[in-house]
C-alpha cells in the first residue's frame, strides 16, 4: 500500500489508469471518506467511487447485496460490479466486504472469475471478506420471489435475489448462516440440514413450494466456502489498525439514502442501512473514523419498483431522458422510472447524512431540452410542505412546486473544466448547490472516467 500525502494536493492517475490524451487532475481529500447515493439509487457512484479511489488504500463496503449494481468505464472498455469494491480496479488497494453486506457467494465467485478473464486478478492480497458478513441462500431466493409473485399490487418490486429474506434471517438469527459458518464443515453440514427441513415446511405452506435438497445445499456451500476460506479475515479488526496506521479508507455506500430501510419511503426500500449511517454498523469502525461524506445525485430523478414518486414524467420528458441516460437497472435491466430532480428529496439526504460534497452526475443527458425543472418543495392538502416526509402516504398524495430554468443544447461530454459548460448549465448546477445546502465539488459530464469536472 502507498504511503499517504500529509497535505491537500493534486496527483495524476497511475499507469495502469492512465489513459492517452488524458492527464486527469483529482482531489486527494484530507481523511478518510465515505460515498454515498442521495435519491433511489443509480446515481453513477460506482464511477465516483473509481474517481475517488485513485488515492485510496482500501475500499470497503458496507451494506446491501448482489442486488446493487457499480458501473466504471475505464479506456472504452466497461465493467460492472455487484459485491467486489470498486477499488478492484486501482492496484494496490485493499477491497473489503464489510459485516454489512449479505454476500451471494455465487455470485460473488462469477465476479472473480470474470475479472480474472479479463486480465484482473482479485486474490486474497486485495480482497477481504468479514467472517461476520451473511450468506444468502437458496431458500432466501426462493422466499423472495415467491412473495413477490404473489403479492400482486402489494409487490416491493425487489430484485427477487434473495436479499430481504437474508436480512430477515440475520435478525432472527437462529436461521441465519454467515460466512464463518463456511470454515467449519461439520457444524454447516448440521446447520443447513436443519434450516432447510424447517424453510421447506413453511414455503410449502404458504406458496405451495417445491422442497429443496439440504446435502445439494450443504455441497455446493461447502464448496464455496473452501475456495473463500483464504478471504475470511476479522476486517473490523483490519479496519480499526489501517485507520491508526493512517491509511487512506473509502467506504463505497450501495443502493441509496431514499432505499434506507430506516430512513428512505418505506416499505418500498432495501433491506439494509444504505445512508451514510450505515457505514459504522456495517463495516464496524468507530464513527471519529469518517471525516468526508461525498454525496452523489443525478441532475433528474429516477427510481426502480413501486413507491411514491412526485416528480416522476410518465410521459415524453421522461421517455427522453431514460433513453438518453439508458436509464435501465444495472443488474436487471428494468427500465427505471424518470423524472425532474426532486431538490426537496436530495435536501433531506443531504441532512440526515451531513453530506460534505457532493457530485452531480449525468448532467448531460439533460442537454436538447427547452428547459428544465426543479422541484423545490410540495404542497400537502393545500399547504406548503417545509421540509421532505419519507412518508409512503404524504409523498402519495403531494403536488410538486417547481422552479423552471432555461435548458442547454448540444454535447457538453468534452467539457473539462466548469466554464466550459453552457451558461445555463452552469446556472442549473449553482442553483442545485443553493437548494441541497451543499457544495457540487464534482461535475461528471459522461460514463467514462476522464468525463469529470472538478470545481
Not at 504511503?3 to 484530507?30: C, E, I, N, W
Not at 415467491?146 to 437462529?174: F, L
Amino acid at each position: 500500500m502507498t504511503p499517504l500525502p500529509t497535505t491537500l494536493t493534486f496527483a495524476r492517475s497511475s499507469a495502469f489508469t492512465h489513459q492517452k490524451g488524458f492527464t486527469p487532475v483529482t482531489p486527494t481529500l484530507q481523511g478518510n471518506t465515505c460515498v454515498v447515493g442521495l435519491q433511489w439509487g443509480d446515481e453513477g457512484k460506482g464511477k465516483i467511487v473509481d474517481f475517488l479511489t485513485e488515492h485510496a488504500d482500501v475500499v470497503v463496503r458496507y451494506c446491501g447485496g448482489a442486488n446493487a449494481g457499480h458501473t466504471v468505464r475505464i479506456g472504452g472498455e466497461k465493467y460492472a460490479t455487484h459485491l467486489l469494491p470498486v477499488g478492484v480496479f486501482r492496484p494496490g488497494v485493499m477491497n473489503i466486504i464489510g459485516n454489512g453486506v449479505v454476500l451471494d457467494p455465487e455470485v460473488l465467485l462469477k465476479e472473480i472469475d470474470e475479472l480474472a478473464a479479463r486480465g484482473l486478478a482479485v486474490t486474497p492480497q486485495n480482497l477481504r471478506i468479514s467472517y461476520k458478513t451473511h450468506l444468502v441462500m437458496p431458500y432466501h431466493k426462493q422466499e423472495d420471489a415467491a412473495r413477490e409473485s404473489s403479492a400482486e399490487g402489494g409487490a416491493i418490486g425487489t430484485t427477487r435475489r434473495g436479499i430481504g429474506p437474508t436480512y430477515a434471517d440475520k435478525m432472527q438469527r437462529a436461521t441465519a448462516v454467515r460466512v464463518a459458518d463456511l470454515l467449519h464443515e461439520e457444524n454447516l453440514k448440521q446447520k443447513i440440514g436443519r434450516i432447510v427441513n424447517e424453510r421447506n415446511k413453511v414455503l410449502q405452506c404458504l406458496y405451495d413450494a417445491p422442497p429443496l435438497e439440504w446435502r445439494q445445499i450443504f455441497e455446493t456451500y461447502r464448496d464455496f466456502g473452501r475456495r473463500l476460506a483464504p478471504f475470511v479475515d476479522d476486517t473490523g479488526h483490519l479496519l480499526i489498525e489501517y485507520a491508526r496506521s493512517g491509511k487512506r479508507i473509502v467506504f463505497e455506500g450501495a443502493h441509496a439514502v431514499l432505499l434506507d430501510v430506516d430512513h428512505g419511503t418505506y416499505p418500498y426500500v432495501t433491506s439494509s442501512s444504505c445512508s451514510a449511517l450505515g457505514l459504522y454498523t456495517g463495516s464496524g469502525v468507530p464513527p471519529q473514523t469518517v471525516q468526508n461524506f461525498y454525496g452523489i445525485m443525478k441532475a433528474y430523478s429516477t427510481r426502480v419498483g413501486g413507491g411514491p414518486f412526485p416528480t416522476e414524467q410518465d410521459n415524453d420528458i421522461g421517455n427522453y431522458i431514460r433513453e438518453r441516460g439508458n436509464e435501465y437497472g444495472t443488474t436487471t435491466r428494468r427500465p427505471r422510472r424518470c423524472g425532474w430532480l426532486d431538490a426537496m428529496a436530495v435536501k433531506y439526504s443531504v441532512d440526515l447524512c451531513g453530506i460534505t460534497h457532493v457530485a452531480l452526475t449525468l448532467i448531460d443527458v439533460l442537454s436538447g431540452l427547452d428547459h428544465v425543472q426543479i422541484c423545490t418543495g410540495y404542497k400537502h392538502n393545500g399547504q406548503r410542505l417545509d421540509y421532505f416526509r419519507a412518508d409512503m402516504d404524504v409523498l402519495a398524495e403531494v403536488e410538486p412546486i417547481y422552479e423552471t430554468l432555461p435548458g442547454w443544447r448540444g454535447n457538453i461530454s468534452a467539457a473539462r473544466r466548469f466554464e466550459d459548460l453552457p451558461k445555463e448549465a452552469q446556472q442549473y448546477v449553482k442553483r442545485v448547490e443553493v437548494l441541497i445546502g451543499a457544495p457540487v465539488k464534482m461535475v461528471s459530464v459522461g460514463p467514462e472516467r476522464t468525463a469529470t469536472i472538478m470545481r
